[in-house]
Nanobody, 125 residues
């Protein structure tokens, strides 16, 4: 599975961005798709996840109510709609796929086997 993330950029605090993650190759039927971010000087952290087959979604507490993860299975694309952005959201955002995993593993970064290249999101004050 190859993943291509896009949509990052520079935005003012309070603004919005939508990230996209296009998947190619492989099968995603049993996959859980996640967004993980890494801020400067910090470790990667879980942001959100969605089950490719089914409606399960999950969010980190820090983004709950502001970010929405969604998918378009026909386009093999996962989205992360980010609203009310603040400077603490500044990070490189990665999309990742957890193949054959179980839902309770979604916050375990190391469980994700496939990663996109990352897209930079910078929020200015």
């Amino acid at each position: 599975v190859q993943l291509q993330a896009s949509g990052g950029g520079l935005v003012q605090a309070g603004g919005s961005l939508r990230l996209s993650c296009a998947a190619s190759g492989g099968t995603l039927t049993s996959a859980i798709m996640g967004w993980i971010r890494q801020a400067p000087g910090k470790e990667r952290e879980f942001v959100a996840a969605i089950r490719w087959s089914g409606g399960n979604q999950a969010y980190a507490d820090s983004v709950k109510g502001r970010f929405t993860i969604s998918k378009d299975t026909a386009k093999r694309t996962v989205y992360l709609q980010m609203s009310r952005l603040n400077t603490e959201d500044t990070a490189v955002y990665y999309c990742a796929a957890l193949q054959g995993g179980i839902w309770s593993e979604i916050r375990s970064i190391k469980k994700y086997q496939y990663w996109g290249q990352g897209t930079q999101v910078t929020v200015s004050s």
